[in-house]
């Protein structure tokens, strides 16, 4: 540009009107020298004046304190220069100039964290469109065919095909409109990029401020829990992945606390139901997934018959490729008519859960006793109880007191020979198998002379059942 036309100098900087001349220089897209648009008229409009200072910080090397300057081909305006730069107007220039303007990528909002691949990285061949719109604007948006939106935060760098059509200045900054791709069809999978069992359900770029990229996604947990989901919403990206250094949904308390309502919950075979209080997931150099809550079994209720929870905290360990799971285990529990009192049995741990693709389960091992019907003598060792997911097993049973149990105010003795558990229809069973003795008392004399007498009668039995 030519400081031609009415120039003034004063104390405020250069005036300059009317008309002088100019030239543009455009790259090619395959490189080289910069090639000079023809000679082109600069119009000084708007009270045009230059800084007499020079600011190599601004836009442009020089300081433009208002007004505008034009630059026209044959009347017709390719580019102007105000406070806020240098800008190309694309209608003027043609679309065949206009896109060689248009970059490989844009950024989200920078291309160190994320970006559209507006250009094909083989052929550099154009994928998006750009149409005039209102006050300066313009429409950039996807073809026939999508684009890829990639992550370059993360190693490795994760992408997804996207529509758009967002609105920019000439600048191709977004000024307005959204980006928002839903995942939930094909979620994506960022395990192999964080190491956590991490889905990606929904990218949206939004107005902000400035514009930022977000997500949903969901932690990804076995299939055994298929139909549990938690869910987490407003992750942000940075240059190192995602922006936040934690984030946490609903409560992660160390011990369960009855007053907390699940935030998740889910039922399974047999009633068996598994409940999420809260889930925090951690990224960066302690990056971690750990959830807490509460599982529940009809098997297991209090002296009320209201069911007993099992407060449990999870969390997800890289190294073993699984889910650890911690249980904070009760001192007893009812089961049916008996209390369950937790303990080792054998080679059976008291309390233990155990987490799969396949099933979730709880095993639980310890000793039962009946004292309101079958005395205080009497208890049974139970060892590998199961509850989970795919059902009950009754573990194995053995008698731990006395073989003999007395009932009917000791009118039936029975030496117990055999026990059989077993689980049917919401109620667990104990089969009793053994002899049964039954003692009768009688007189054979008058009151006034009375000699009681006892006889027994021995007699086998199978099935009696107690629940």
């Known amino acids: 540009m030519h400081a031609a036309g009415q120039l003034v100098l004063d104390q405020n900087g250069i005036a300059l009107s009317g008309q002088a001349t100019g030239a543009l220089y455009l790259t090619p897209p395959e490189g080289g020298e910069p090639a000079p648009y023809p000679t ?19 836009p442009v090397p020089i300081q433009i304190l208002q ?3 034009d630059f026209l081909l044959d009347g017709v305006r390719l580019a102007w220069l105000d406070t806020g730069g240098f800008h190309l107007d694309y209608a003027g220039l043609g679309w065949t100039v206009a896109e060689l303007a248009i970059p490989d990528r844009l950024g989200l909002p920078t291309e160190e964290v994320a970006y559209l691949q507006l250009r094909d990285p083989n052929t550099d061949e154009l994928l998006v469109t750009l149409t005039q719109g209102n006050a300066g604007t313009w429409q950039l948006s996807t073809g026939t065919q999508p684009v890829m939106l990639v992550l370059a935060g993360f190693d490795g760098a994760p992408a997804v095909a996207v529509t758009f059509a967002l609105v920019v200045d000439d600048g191709l900054n977004v000024v307005d409109g959204q980006l928002a ?7 994506l999978d960022m395990e192999p990029f964080t190491g956590l069992p991490l889905t990606l359900t929904e990218l949206v770029y939004e107005r902000g401020s400035p514009y930022r990229l977000l997500a949903r996604g969901q932690i990804r947990l076995p299939e055994a829990l298929q139909g549990l989901t938690v869910q987490i919403d407003s992750l942000t990206f940075s240059e190192q992945g995602f922006g936040q250094a934690s984030f946490s949904v609903g409560t992660l308390p160390e011990t369960d606390d009855p007053a907390l309502e699940p935030a998740w919950e889910q039922t399974f075979a047999e009633g068996f139901a ?10 960066g150099d ?6 807490a809550g509460r599982f529940t079994s009809p098997l297991l209720v209090d002296d009320e018959a209201q069911l007993q929870a099992l407060f449990y905290r999870m969390h997800y360990d890289p190294a073993q490729n699984g889910w650890i799971v911690q249980l904070t285990g009760i001192p007893e529990v009812s089961i049916g008519l008996g209390r369950f009192e937790l303990g080792p049995v054998g080679q059976h ?8 693709d396949q ?17 205080e003598d009497f208890a049974v060792s139970i060892g590998g109880l199961q509850l989970g997911t795919d059902g009950i097993e009754v573990g194995e049973v053995n008698l731990t007191g006395t073989p003999e149990i007395s009932l009917l105010d000791e009118l ?6 055999e026990l059989t558990p077993a689980y049917e229809n919401g109620v667990y069973r104990l089969t009793l198998s053994g002899t049964g003795r039954l003692a009768t008392w009688t007189s054979r004399r008058p009151a006034s002379a009375c000699r009681i007498c006892r006889w027994e009668r021995t007699a086998r039995f199978r099935s009696v059942r107690v629940r």
């Open 40 to 58: 082109l008229t600069v119009d000084y409009v708007e009270d045009f004046r230059l800084g007499l200072v020079y600011d190599p910080s601004a």
């Open 67 to 69: 007004g505008r300057a």
């Open 181 to 187: 791709v839903n995942l939930e069809s094909a979620p």
């Open 274 to 283: 598994v409940q999420v209080l809260g889930a925090r997931v951690a990224f």
């Open 286 to 291: 302690q990056q971690a997934i750990e959830l």
């Open 349 to 356: 741990p008291a309390l233990e859960a155990q987490l799969t």
């Open 359 to 375: 099933w979730l389960r709880l095993t639980l091992s310890g000793r039962l006793s009946m004292p309101e019907v079958l005395g």
């Open 412 to 417: 039936l003795q029975i030496e117990l020979t």
